[in-house]
């Protein structure tokens, strides 16, 4: 019984630790996703725009980056 107890402890804490590492154990706020997705769309030349409809809590989903300006192959 005391060799479980030790065990299930160590594997208790593996776990934590697991979960403590990495980003801090934290997923990035709706707004913190927002801001850096519209960053990345202006560096790319673009508006980050909703989409009509979506409502689904992920800016990656409910945006989408239009991209504005003269890039065209056609000359």
């Known amino acids: 019984m005391k060799t479980r ?3 299930s402890v160590a594997a208790l804490a593996l776990a934590t630790a697991a979960c403590a590492s990495g980003s801090g154990g934290r997923f990035p706020t709706y707004s913190e996703d927002l801001n850096r997705l ?19 809590g992920r800016p990656q989903t409910d945006y989408a980056c239009r991209i504005t ?3 065209s192959r056609l000359d």
């Open 5 to 7: 107890t030790v065990i």
């Open 69 to 71: 300006g003269g890039a």
């Open 38 to 56: 519209t960053e990345e769309c202006r560096a790319r030349g673009g508006i980050f725009t909703p989409i009509p409809g979506a409502n689904t």
